[in-house]
């Protein structure tokens, strides 16, 4: 899987339970000014998950924080730090988290149009390219029609020699 980090979003795992939001946010601000802070809840506790999310304003205060908070001990907990990646939902065209099924609905429609034009086009195109071929083919059987007409014709085979003798 190919997925694309977020170089300014840390992923920081390994959070005890006390922390929260405001802690965690407390423990990244001495390397630069923060974006926002996540803790994702588990639905059925309503705590965190032992893991949380920092995003900077700056990228390279995310590598900072990275660099210094990697295996850096929070409440009696070594923490891991890493850049985080998108999180991806089944189904969603976009893959973000944050983004409901659906949100790509418009745009699912608009190439489905897009793409149902360019077929559209291409038949015409096609269509086009072979009346034109059939007319060129037509025009050269019925030059090759008149030349053998040309040959048929009494007169015009007369009118030949006549000119052979004339010449010699």
């Given at each position: 899987m190919n997925q694309q980090v977020q170089k300014n979003t840390l992923y920081v795992g390994g959070l005890p339970e006390e922390v929260n939001e405001t802690i965690l946010h407390s423990a990244f601000i001495p390397f630069g000014d923060?974006?926002?802070v996540k803790t994702p809840l588990d639905q059925a506790t309503q705590k965190h998950r032992s893991f949380g999310f920092v995003t900077?304003?700056?990228r390279e205060d995310a590598a900072a924080a990275m660099d210094n908070m990697d295996g850096a001990e929070l409440y009696g907990r070594?923490?891991?730090?890493?850049y985080a990646l998108p999180e991806k939902i089944?189904?969603?065209?976009?893959?973000?988290?944050?983004q409901p099924i659906w949100a790509d609905?418009?745009?699912?429609?608009?190439?489905q149009q897009q793409e149902e034009e360019m077929k559209r086009i291409q038949a015409e195109n096609q269509a086009s390219m072979?009346?034109?071929e059939e007319l060129h083919r037509k025009k050269l059987a019925d030059e090759r029609e008149g030349e053998k007409d040309e040959q048929d014709d009494p007169m015009a085979?007369?009118?030949a020699e006549s000119l052979k003798q004339n010449t010699t």
């Open positions: 923060i974006k926002d900077f304003l700056e070594v923490l891991t730090v890493n089944k189904g969603g065209e976009q893959g973000w988290a944050a609905a418009d745009t699912w429609f608009e190439r072979q009346a034109a085979v007369a009118e």
